[in-house]
């Protein structure tokens, strides 16, 4: 399966889950939420060609961990994904917007710099935020927006930036994330599980279990999940190809998916 949003790092037993994700074969965006925990996740995934891991700055802790942007932008060079970075416009994250726009700013300005990232960008309800901070600097590369929550109008938006979709079972499971869903073109979804912060009721969802998600996409796309997965596979590969400085050779077109 493609899990293009998944906190390997925050699982107790990050070794073992690791174990699984490469066992079972998925394609897994590990996305860290500081700098400082970058080294330690890319190297759970040594020698896992499937796990990608991205470096990231999550806008919930940007208020105490801005001092790690240095450490970002000194990483850079290594990364060839970038995530989770963002803008959280939650009520208790009020307080903490400036530093949230200078973060999130400062590493659209760090992969323009770079040569363009393809970042998985958190956004809720902050979505025209983050596309007006992503408007002044779309040679960041190319946004995964994960688990889209704004409304209609700035999805539309979205769509016009170019921006991609990762759909997981939890925004599936309310009618709001269904309907943004059926809006947006079927080649810019791939799915996530978000864990273990997406969740099968009370327990985090393991590597790749997307299934609910995948079910809800092929009920919308009319067609079996199975050709879901398959289409959803082919946009993982074209997103994965799509920047140029960066040719990801660990998704050839051979490659066998699971
Ligand atoms: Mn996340």
Not at 9 to 26: F, K, M, Q, S
Not at 152 to 177: H, I, K, T
Request: with cysteine; net charge positive.
């Amino acid at each position: 399966m493609i899990d293009a949003h998944y906190h390997l790092d925050l699982y107790p037993d990050a070794e073992a889950v690791t174990a699984r994700a490469i066992n079972e074969g998925h394609y897994i965006l590990s996305v860290t939420t500081t700098p400082k925990a970058w080294r330690n996740t890319l190297a759970l995934a040594k020698g896992a060609p499937r796990i990608r891991t991205a470096l990231g700055l999550h806008p919930e802790l940007a208020f105490e961990r801005h001092r790690e942007l240095a450490l970002f932008e000194a990483l850079l060079p290594e990364a060839r994904y970038v995530g989770e970075i963002g803008l959280d416009g939650s009520p208790a994250q009020k307080p903490h917007q400036e530093i949230q726009l200078r973060c999130f700013k400062a590493i659209l300005n760090a992969c323009a710099a770079a040569g363009g990232r393809i970042m998985s960008v958190h956004s809720r309800r902050a979505a025209s935020a983050v596309l007006d901070a992503y408007q002044e600097r779309s040679n960041a590369g190319i946004l995964i927006l994960h688990w889209f929550s704004g409304n209609q109008n700035e999805l539309a938006r979205a769509v016009r930036a170019d921006c991609w979709f990762s759909v997981g079972p939890a925004m599936v499971r309310s009618a709001s994330g269904r309907a943004l869903l059926s809006a947006i073109p079927a080649e810019r979804v791939i799915t996530e599980t978000d864990g273990p912060f997406g969740k099968n009721g009370t327990a985090s969802l393991g590597p790749g279990q997307v299934g609910a998600a995948l079910q809800t996409i092929a009920e919308i796309w009319r067609v079996h999940p199975s050709e879901a997965e398959a289409r959803i596979a082919n946009n993982f590969r074209a997103l994965t190809a799509n920047v140029p400085s960066f040719p990801d050779q660990s998704v050839s077109r051979r490659a066998p998916m699971r």
